[in-house]
């Protein structure tokens, strides 16, 4: 398969279309460079006209690295334990319209996560992305240098609530000591680019190491404030044969809930480590 294609910016820091691009049938190691080095110029990436069955989207996403296990919380597909089935409607409302970077309470957090569309709202359900390397460097100069110094605590955050809801106490402590947390420093790098960007989110970032909580939950408010302007985003409307990838380092996303009472139902797929960092590529 030709590695040609074309693509075309969605906003000037973050997103762009790929055009002239078909990955039904898998991607050459050719065509998998030239979309990796695109997805670090822009971060997000946007397939239309293109809709994968399962064993399609974990070939595509296989061509990038291993994948990821099954969520310990979402279900998904039967045969497919890294198809996760993100299916939210009145029986089951949304509990991901917070800005997140997935499971960044992980010490290895996927690199990559694939996302496309099984069903859809007739309206709403967008999902908006924000570019944590024009965060950072939106910030002034001391807040940079002041901000080199610290790091934070990610565990589950609001994914408490849903496990609660399946099982009570018991069960989400049970998941909590399962799952853990970790630290990253406030502003991280890069590990292919070098690009410095800000890496806390509203969903699982919940303490400033080295400082008392009340003035570590104001940073990271000022944070999370600095993220929600639209200058840092861009937002994608869904489209029922449509593939979008986005690299979790650097960025986090927010999936809008403002389409009940009707259903939207989504497959993902995360590559757990890049090959290029780990240094396992052939």
């Given at each position: ?250 960025t986090q996303h927010y999936a809008a ?26």
């Open positions: 398969m030709s590695a040609l294609f074309e693509t075309a910016r969605l906003t000037p820091v973050i997103g762009a279309e790929v055009r002239g691009l078909d990955v039904t049938g898998g991607i050459d190691e050719a065509t998998t460079d030239a979309l990796y080095r695109a997805l670090l110029e822009h971060h997000v990436l946007v397939l239309r006209g293109r809709s994968l069955s399962p064993e399609q989207l974990e070939v595509f996403a296989s061509a990038f690295g291993p994948l990821a296990p099954s969520h310990h919380t979402y279900p998904h597909l039967p045969g497919h334990p890294s198809v996760t089935v993100l299916d939210n409607g009145p029986d089951n409302p949304p509990d991901n319209a917070e800005w997140h970077t997935d499971l960044s309470f992980r010490s290895g957090q996927p690199f990559l996560s694939i996302l496309q569309p099984a069903l859809l709202p007739p309206v709403g359900g967008d999902t908006l992305f924000a570019s944590l390397f024009a965060v950072h460097d939106a910030l002034l100069p001391g807040m940079r240098t002041d901000l080199g110094d610290l790091s934070s605590v990610h565990d589950m955050g609001s994914f408490r609530t849903h496990t609660f809801q399946e099982g009570g106490v018991e069960l989400m402590n049970e998941r909590m000591a399962e799952v853990g947390s970790t630290v990253h420093p406030m502003i991280d790098n890069h590990p292919i680019s070098g690009r410095p960007f800000i890496h806390v989110n509203e969903c699982f970032t919940t303490h400033v190491l080295g400082m008392p909580m009340p003035e570590g939950r104001r940073l990271l408010t000022f944070l999370f404030d600095m993220i929600n302007r639209p200058q840092f985003q861009v937002r994608v409307r869904w489209e029922k044969d449509m593939v979008l990838l986005w690299d979790n380092r650097g809930d403002d389409y009940l009472p009707h259903r939207r139902v989504m497959h993902r797929v995360m590559v757990a480590e890049d090959p290029r960092v780990t240094g396992s590529a052939d």
